[in-house]
């Protein structure tokens, strides 16, 4: 793959993924959820997925592959471990350009009628939903430089926007006893916030930082610049969230609020809000921004679901045939395809971005996760190889796994109920792998303490108190999650250890030699992937 992205294309990379419809939809569900208190959700949930990221970061700088968190799994925990992650994280992309397809579409419906009825999505809207996929494949097409190119154009937009919002929404009509009446600060309790991190869409608002992860095989200079795009995307990302939230909670009239703030129904937040303090010109800019932003999101999603799809089937864990890069454009243009496919499935029976992203957003935070467990082994095994950009992984890695096991419990049973059968979906193809080309038994052995671990996380979200049966009262519930999040830490840790010792890891990378030779003209471009 072809060396064309530098600083500032990652930047937007990772901004452009975070910044999609999440940004227009998500702090109004916040709000109904946890009232005021709604601004604790963005600062744990922005904390958490920011330590899981500067443990990603070290290891996309120490191993930078194409589909890193599909591939590092597999490096340190076999196969089993990696189809459920490769699982995971898969459907958690795919289902991105869907929802926000049909998040833009349910804008549009305001002035182009017949696309949005009864909640979802007509079957004009179907129609103009797989339209505007096919665009954001066909951007991808042609080779990651025009796809950096026409990013960093929309980002500039899609940062411009949400800035406008806040000052023109605080300047026209902020009203402070929203924050200490109708219930106060935390109508809802203090568990409200907590749950909202996965239930009002805020960890799907967050994802898209590791874009530049993801693209680690096409920056011209991976190890400085990834970590420096990572942490400046979600830093700038929790600052418009926040600031997004404390303008929302402010510009609601107290006539909406008569029945409390679960009373509050929005088709188009932001908008209606604009538009009833008579700002016909930002009601405009944020209708025709619901088109830009959700549009730059699913963009950079279709680029990167593309590289996961490649790394699947490098691995086996797909047929091998979608692991196959265009010469010309040094771009994974069968798993395009592929995901193209995939996403269809999805728009189709759902049909609104709610219903697909309810469960979704927790998937691709366990596929984060598990790249803990996978630094944490390397540094075991090989500690001279680490590229030690981040200092304290030691304490950091074990943190964010356990954060990252209660924000899953957190998001209550009616999602874990679904989210969890759709990765044990994939324990029955590694079977058929495993049987298929009769493979080491001690791969099941390394692997099976994901497998109690998910299990263990569902059993207790049954009998829990977010949406479960009770039977273990708060806060103890959250406490014996985070005991199983921490043993778990050290089980999968061990068992990669054990696996690494049988299964080497695969010879480092000379970041900074590949990419001089990227960049000399006399260096012909290689036809395939590393």
Sequence with gaps: MRRHMGYWSLTAVA?????????????????????????ITWVVGGIALMLIALVMV???????????????????????????????????????????????LQYMSKYVPGLFSGGRLTVLGVVCGLAFMAVFVAINWFGVKLFAHVNLAVTIAKFAVPAVTVCALI????????????????????????????????????????????????????KRDIPRAVMTALGLSMVVYLALQLAFVGAIPGSDLLHGWQGIDLNSPFAQLAA??????????????????PGGSAMV???????????????????????????????????LLVNFVVGAAFLLPFGNWQSIVAATSILGL????????????????????????????????????????????WAGWHEVRVALPVLFVSVLLYAYQQIRHDQDLRDLRNGLWLVVYLLL?????????????????????????????????????????????THPLPPPVDLEAEARESDDPGTPEPSGAR
Excluded: C
């Design 15 to 39: 901004f452009g993924g975070i910044i999609g419809s999440g940004w227009l939809l998500s702090p109004m569900h916040a709000a109904v959820s946890a009232g005021p208190a709604s601004l």
């Design 276 to 293: 009833s303090l008579n700002l016909t010109w930002l009601t405009w800019l944020l209708y025709g921004d619901a088109i830009a932003s």
């Design 366 to 409: 366990f596929a984060y996760s598990l790249s803990v467990v996978a630094e944490a082994s390397v540094r075991k095994a090989d500690p001279d190889r680490m590229a030690n950009w981040v200092k304290g992984t030691r304490i950091i890695a074990p943190v964010s796994f356990v954060i990252a096991t209660l924000i899953f419990y």
């Design 301 to 335: 999603f279709t680029a990167e679901t593309s590289r996961e799809v490649y790394a699947l089937g490098k691995n086996r864990l797909l047929p091998e045939s979608v692991a196959v890069v265009h010469p010309g454009s040094g771009v994974p243009r069968r798993a």
């Design 457 to 501: 996380l569902m059993a207790m979200s049954g009998i829990g108190t977010f949406g479960g049966a009770k039977w273990i009262a708060a806060p103890w519930d959250s406490v014996v999650v985070a005991v199983i999040g921490a043993v778990a830490y050290v089980r999968g840790t061990r068992d990669a250890a054990r696996h690494i010792a």
């Design 171 to 222: 300047a026209s009509g902020f009203h402070k006893h929203n924050f200490t009446g109708h219930g106060g600060f935390a109508p809802y309790g203090y568990a409200a916030p907590l749950s909202a991190i996965a239930t009002a869409g805020v960890i799907y608002a967050y994802t898209g930082f590791q874009g530049p992860i993801d693209l680690a095989a096409e920056a011209k200079d991976p």
């Design 58 to 104: 070290e290891m996309g700088a120490t191993m930078p592959e194409a589909g890193g968190l599909v591939r590092w799994p597999l490096h340190t925990s076999g196969r089993l471990v990696a189809t459920l992650v490769g699982w995971g994280i898969w459907v958690a992309y795919a289902t991105n350009p869907p929802s926000e397809s049909a998040a833009m």
